[in-house]
């Protein structure tokens, strides 16, 4: 059977069936970018590969996946950390002018170019730890050419880098000052002008909302729900990070693929995302650094088994993270979860957080030839260090 590249000697975390699916001693087999085989190097075809690589027992996962993250940004907001160890809270520098504004203000002087050549950095240390697959918000425009412009540039990230990116629709992140004390107006411009114009210019894989005291209403978010259908776009939220505004529960009743931030979850959230099949999106790199001491209900996630996806939520004002292996063990350390959770959280419940469950995620025959390749002698390594980067090769469509 030929194959462009056969990879030997290997163990694998396939993150297939039950656990993380473990297979010593096996190989995989790509053609045009696909897995076309993997398993047990005893139960394999003959192979006539136009390149062997020896892995010499090092362990194979699938690519990582950040399914959250608002990487396209210009400044930083390095002086609101400074307040925020002074002892002023999120909210009082928000509503103070700070917060999603003051990064808006910054992207809205950028240009194009500007945020991509900015955001490479950020971009290029994801992909040095084995981050295969990205998702990008837009949502520091809060216009419709800004908006707009942070998507292409995401965009053009993904044609600059061997690297998959998912762009979601963000309009409604945050309310820009010439919408102040009319934020029924600016849903309206979102829903009317901006998401019509995003997603003929085919730049909208899904559409997101800030679902939030200082973000917008749940009857507001419903409205940009509605819109998202009427594209047939899939929708996720920001929900119950500060506050319960019962906005996971709406998202699930739409169909949601994720819910995100969840600190404030209740049963009936929990009940509802379990019975649509929403994923439910921790990022434990916001839960840090703006010293939050509410945990998500982490056993009320597992009890009704919704999946748990890891996220970096890298951005310039709450989580300025862009090490996916540190997401990990952040959410071992703080939420208290497995080894088994975490490893899950960024392959295969990150794909379901983005619809791209029937394409990444796992190592199996058919998805994309996306894997990482690691020099730990367990997958729990790949949690328990901090600051050590031990990939050993990054695979992305079988290259």
């Given amino acids: 059977m030929r194959c462009d590249r056969l990879w030997t000697g290997a163990r694998l975390a396939t993150m297939t069936g039950e656990g993380l699916g473990i297979v010593e001693d096996a190989v995989v087999a790509a053609l045009d970018g696909r897995i076309l085989h993997a398993g047990p190097a005893s139960q394999a075809p003959s192979f006539d590969a136009d390149e062997t690589i020896a892995c010499d027992g090092r362990w194979i996962t699938p690519g990582l996946i950040d399914c959250h993250t608002h990487l396209v940004h210009a400044g930083n907001r390095a002086h609101e950390f400074e307040l925020r160890l002074a002892g002023a809270s999120y909210e009082e520098i928000a509503r103070a002018g700070g917060g999603i504004v003051s990064t808006m203000q910054a992207t809205r002087a950028a240009s194009e170019a500007q945020l991509v050549e900015s955001a490479l950095p950020r971009l290029d240390a994801l992909i040095g730890e084995g981050v295969t697959t990205i998702e990008i918000k837009s949502g520091y425009g809060l216009t419709c050419d800004d908006e707009i412009k942070m998507l292409r540039a995401a965009q053009t990230l993904g044609a600059a880098r061997p690297v998959a990116i998912r762009t979601t629709f963000l309009g409604a992140h945050a309310l820009p000052p010439e919408f102040a004390g009319d934020a029924d107006g600016y849903i309206a411009s979102v829903c009317d002008d901006m998401l019509p114009a995003a997603a003929a210019a085919g730049l909208v894989d899904a559409v997101d909302v800030f679902c939030e005291g200082i973000g917008f209403s749940a009857e507001q978010t419903a409205h940009i729900f509605e819109a998202a259908g009427a594209f047939g776009l899939p929708v996720k939220i920001h929900?119950?990070?500060?506050?319960?505004?019962?906005?996971?529960?709406?998202?699930?009743?739409?169909?949601?693929?994720?819910?995100?931030?969840?600190?404030?979850?209740?049963?009936?959230?929990?009940?509802?995302?379990?019975?649509?099949?929403?994923?439910?999106?921790?990022?434990?790199?916001?839960?840090?650094?703006?010293?939050?001491?509410?945990?998500?209900?982490?056993?009320?996630?597992?009890?009704?088994?919704?999946?748990?996806?890891?996220?970096?939520?890298?951005?310039?004002?709450?989580?300025?993270?862009?090490?996916?292996?540190?997401?990990?063990?952040?959410?071992?350390?703080?939420?208290?979860?497995?080894?088994?959770?975490?490893?899950?959280?960024?392959?295969?419940?990150?794909?379901?957080?983005?619809?791209?469950?029937?394409?990444?995620?796992t190592i199996e025959a058919g998805k994309r030839c996306d894997l990482a390749i690691w020099d730990v002698e367990r997958p729990a390594e790949l949690v328990y260090r901090m600051g050590l980067n031990p990939l050993h090769a990054r695979v992305w469509r079988g290259r």
């Fill in 239 to 361: 929900a119950e990070q500060l506050s319960n505004l019962h906005g996971a529960k709406l998202a699930a009743q739409a169909g949601a693929l994720s819910a995100d931030h969840l600190e404030h979850l209740d049963v009936a959230g929990i009940a509802a995302m379990a019975q649509a099949g929403t994923v439910a999106t921790l990022l434990p790199g916001a839960f840090y650094f703006t010293r939050e001491t509410k945990l998500p209900p982490i056993e009320g996630l597992r009890a009704a088994g919704v999946p748990i996806a890891l996220a970096t939520d890298c951005n310039p004002g709450t989580s300025p993270l862009s090490s996916i292996l540190l997401a990990m063990n952040m959410g071992a350390t703080l939420f208290r979860l497995t080894v088994e959770e975490c490893l899950l959280g960024v392959t295969r419940n990150a794909a379901r957080a983005l619809g791209m469950g029937q394409e990444t995620g």
